[in-house]
């Protein structure tokens, strides 16, 4: 959508993953995109030229992929997969991303966000609140904490400094 004059947005071309598209984030350059596309998992689409987007690669999650997350560099997509938890995969190469490692979580994890230094992720995991996970061993992530909150916890955002976690339930 070219939206140069907000109050006159212009749809520029149109791709259809194969699932529900629930999420979309950027590559830094904003020329990929990463579409966390329910049952269809992770889909990774060359935007480079806006007029044609292509379908570079795709990862079934096998779960629902609610939420896509990118780390710093670029090279590690983050999926809030539902019932499957929290999926690491390898997009170095977005023609043929690879799992790293699925961290199954106790609730269903809904939206994850990642702290400044990247060694962290917060995982709002519906019934079970907030998971915190140490991340900096990206094959083998370990739970460090976790928080209950009052009802399902569906999203979570880290203020600007790091210091604290919004999560909404």
Do not use: F, L, P
């Given at each position: 959508v070219?939206?140069?004059l907000p109050a006159s947005p212009s749809r520029t071309a149109t791709i259809h993953p194969a699932g529900d598209a629930y999420d979309v984030t950027l590559s830094a350059d904003s020329n990929t995109a990463f579409v966390a596309d329910g049952g269809s998992g992770l889909q990774i689409i060359d935007v480079s030229t806006p007029a044609s987007p292509t379908l570079r690669g795709n990862f079934n999650t096998q779960g629902n992929a609610s939420v896509v997350t990118l780390s710093a560099d670029g090279n590690t997509a983050f999926v809030a997969d539902e019932s499957r938890g929290l999926q690491i995969i390898d997009v170095s190469n977005p023609a043929s991303p690879s799992l790293t490692v699925n961290l199954d979580t106790s609730g269903s994890a809904y939206d994850v966000a990642l702290s400044?230094?990247?060694?962290t992720a917060f995982v709002a995991d519906g019934g079970s609140g907030l998971q915190i996970i140490d991340i900096s061993t990206l094959a083998s992530p370990t739970f460090t904490a976790t928080l209950g909150t009052s009802q399902l916890a569906r999203s979570v955002t880290l203020s600007a400094d790091?210091?604290?976690a919004i999560a909404s339930d």
């Open positions: 070219e939206v140069t400044a230094d990247g060694n790091g210091n604290t």
